[in-house]
Nanobody, 119 residues
Framework: QAQLVESGGGLVQAGGSLRLSCAAS????????MGWYRQAPGKERELVAV???????NYADSVKGRFTISRDNAKKTMYLQMNNLKPEDTAVYYC?????????????WGQGTQVAVSS
């Protein structure tokens, strides 16, 4: 089976930067990285940055101009560059991808990586 593993989270002070990675591993025929989501304490999971079907990207208004999503299909890895971090960015960040295995395609989520931004 396939899995997604996020890394790169940690504790950072406001104004700092982090780069999150989401690496896919295991046996699968195809992968389509969808994007990044986050969940803050007491809140529902929300969209942060995604790739659209048209090949563009969409960002939450709260992160526009600060975050950049990218992917390297050869490395089977997706990234989220986060600059000028704010305390309100504190959350567990999850990567999301559609992975094709055998005759089916399933939605996969990583285990999440914690990002904590101090004021």
């Amino acid at each position: 089976q396939a899995q997604l593993v996020e890394s790169g989270g940690g504790l950072v002070q406001a104004g700092g930067s982090l780069r999150l990675s989401c690496a896919a591993s295991g046996s699968f025929f195809s992968i389509n990285f969808m994007g990044w989501y986050r969940q803050a304490p007491g809140k529902e999971r929300e969209l942060v940055a995604v790739f659209t079907s048209g090949g563009s990207t969409n960002y939450a208004d709260s992160v526009k101009g600060r975050f950049t999503i990218s992917r390297d299909n050869a490395k089977k890895t997706m990234y989220l560059q986060m600059n000028n971090l704010k305390p309100e960015d504190t959350a567990v960040y999850y990567c999301n991808a559609n992975i094709g295995q055998f005759s089916s395609v399933r939605v996969y989520w990583g285990q999440g990586t914690q990002v904590a931004v101090s004021s």
